[in-house]
């Protein structure tokens, strides 16, 4: 993730300093960039989710977790500050924001890993098979 890779970690500081509204605003960018990494750049935020899921980038609770972090993010995007964030909020958004991540990169990578480490023991358990077989 190009540009969402410095912003993915900023709002770590917005919410160690009580800074709650920044540190949605930044979680709401980061599921912003996310799709447009995945190469989802026209429309409004809600389409590009929209399409991050029709595309099977995410599940459909992983989509709803997106919007969730949109909805809290639009909010302060808009300066509709009429009720304080608390920290639980905060942190709720936080959670989702991952889920996101974690479905669109992490979790990927790690099945590619273990589909990987697998056809790899199997070309090794084959090598060896292989061997067994003309050394009789």
Request: with cysteine.
């Amino acid at each position: 993730m190009k540009s969402g890779h410095r912003t993915r970690f900023a709002w770590r500081r917005c919410h160690s300093i009580d800074a709650n509204r920044a540190a949605i605003s930044l979680a709401r960018a980061v599921v912003e960039a996310t799709c447009k990494d995945k190469g989802f750049e026209n429309g409004n935020l809600k389409s590009k989710i929209d399409k991050l899921h029709d595309d099977k980038w995410i599940s459909e609770l992983t989509r709803d977790s997106a919007h969730a972090v949109r909805e809290f993010g639009n909010d302060m995007a808009h300066g509709d500050f009429v009720q304080p964030v608390t920290g639980e909020e905060t942190e709720l958004v936080l959670r989702l924001m991952y889920e996101v991540l974690d479905e669109t990169y992490e979790k990927r990578a790690r099945v590619l890993e273990a589909q990987q480490r697998h056809a790899a023991r199997k070309a090794s358990q084959q090598g060896s098979l292989t061997a067994q077989v003309n050394a009789v």
